[in-house]
């Protein structure tokens, strides 16, 4: 049974639509996906269109499936959250596409539409001067903005359909679907990739650097399997041969004591670390025997030895 193997891997069962509800409407995209779904599932039954069913499929049929088990993990979700992306793209093309005509029809006060596109533009630049716009009434807040890049986009359609003609309608169309897309996610994500802090990784580095600058090979690891998370063997397994302790067993100080002589770094669980510093001082011949530095990091603790020890955040830069 799962709940024999791991039991923070046991969720309810709607944690994986939850989990796509809360991330599309952290990014800014739930209405779009939202409606880009519907929009889907019209064109799929009025036009029996099979590419549309099949995005459906995808993002449905699999997570229905998954949902039934007890044990889930967040990147079981990954190869079923891009048709929800496809969906709200799917909308904002077909915004780009068909709104221009209706946009150009309509006959819109364009006195009326210049003042709102100065107005937004007033609203954007407000935003982005004080970061949070609210109206209050009566000690009540009726309005507030926190958003630079929708006023823009907002302002950009209202100036477009102010100036009219086929070109500014299609311009017009533009900027509608920019209000619906979550641009300003796409760029938080980008920035991510270069700015994130990554402990692991950093740490990982740094260990590695060391290994070539002669520091002893290996890792001494003492971290019961179902503590063992999947980002920690993928930042932590080139740092090998690992030296797999026997997590079910009393801490074997003397294999650590070993290690730490050799200079050979090792990682334990916090749990497991607690039990060895208990037992490291219990034990006469380590009793008196100061442990080397040690780095907490995501659960986990690092025993830092001998030259390791330029790894930890305390040691002096070189």
């Known amino acids: 049974m799962t709940t024999s193997l791991d039991t923070s891997h046991i969720k309810p069962w709607p944690y994986y639509w939850v989990t796509i509800y809360k991330t599309f409407s952290y990014a800014g995209a739930l209405a ?11 064109q799929a039954v009025r036009r029996q269109w099979a590419d549309a069913a099949l995005v459906l499929l995808w993002a449905f049929l699999p997570l229905a499936l998954i949902s039934m088990g007890t044990s889930k993990l967040i990147h079981y979700l990954y190869p079923y959250a891009p048709p929800f992306a496809l969906a709200g793209g799917y909308l904002a093309a077909m915004i780009v596409m068909l709104a221009p005509a209706p946009i150009e029809r309509i006959g819109w006060p364009r006195a009326a539409m210049a003042g709102a596109a100065l107005l937004l533009a007033a609203l954007a630049a407000a935003t982005a001067l004080f970061g949070d716009v609210r ?51 796409y760029a938080e994500n980008l920035a991510r990739l270069t700015a994130s802090p990554s402990p692991l990784r950093d740490m990982r580095d740094c260990m590695l ?31 090998g041969p690992w030296v797999r302790a026997d997590s079910d067993r009393p801490v074997d100080v003397s294999a650590v004591a070993a290690s730490i002589r050799q200079g050979r770094p090792l990682l334990f669980s916090d749990s497991r670390f607690s039990s060895l510093v208990r ?31 330029a790894c930890h955040p305390s040691a002096p830069t070189r």
């Open 32 to 42: 779009l996906v939202s409606c880009g779904i519907v929009a889907l599932a019209v």
């Open 135 to 185: 109206l209050p009434v009566a000690g009540h807040v009726i309005f507030r903005n926190a958003d630079v890049f929708r006023p823009i986009a907002a302002a950009l359609f209202a100036g477009c359909v102010a100036l009219g003609g086929r070109t500014f309608s299609q311009a017009a169309a533009v900027c509608a679907a920019l209000m619906f897309l979550p641009v300003p996610a």
């Open 209 to 239: 650097d060391e290994q070539t600058l002669g520091g002893a090979a290996g890792l001494y690891v003492d971290l019961p399997g179902t503590e063992l998370q999947h980002h920690t063997y993928y930042y932590f397994r080139r740092l």
């Open 279 to 309: 037992a490291w001082h219990a034990d006469p011949a380590t009793a008196s025997v100061k442990l080397p530095p040690v780095l907490h990091v995501d659960a986990t603790t690092l025993v830092l030895p001998g030259v390791y020890s």
